[in-house]
Nanobody, 124 residues
Framework: VQLQASGGGLVQAGDSLRLSCAIS????????VGWFRQAPGKEREFVAG????????RYADSLKGRVAISRDNAKNTVILQMNSLKPEDTALYYC??????????????????WGQGTLVTVSS
């Protein structure tokens, strides 16, 4: 499975950004796709996730209400819409997928395949 994250950039506080994760190659039944982020000097943290059917999503408590995850099955792409961005949202954002999943895990160790990351920088 290959994942390609895109859509990052430099924005101002309060702006919105739409990140995309294009998925190709062999996928597994009932897998989950998650977005994670890692700021300099900090651990990688879960942002949001969605299962392959699109029927279940999960969000980090700290970001609920500002982010929304969805998938475009026709394009095999997972979208992360981020609104009201803050300087503390500055990080490298990664998408990743599990190899089979009952739900949407939040721990990094459950995700097997990772994209290269896309940088989001929010200026104040």
């Amino acid at each position: 499975v290959q994942l390609q994250a895109s859509g990052g950039g430099l924005v101002q506080a309060g702006d919105s950004l739409r990140l995309s994760c294009a998925i190709s190659g062999r996928t597994f039944t009932n897998y989950a796709v998650g977005w994670f982020r890692q700021a300099p000097g900090k651990e990688r943290e879960f942002v949001a996730g969605i299962i392959s059917s699109g029927r279940s999503t999960r969000y980090a408590d700290s970001l609920k209400g500002r982010v929304a995850i969805s998938r475009d099955n026709a394009k095999n792409t997972v979208i992360l819409q981020m609104n009201s961005l803050k300087p503390e949202d500055t990080a490298l954002y990664y998408c990743a997928s599990t190899r089979g999943s009952v739900g949407v895990p939040t721990m990094v160790t459950y995700y097997f395949d990772w994209g290269q990351g896309t940088l989001v920088t929010v200026s104040s």
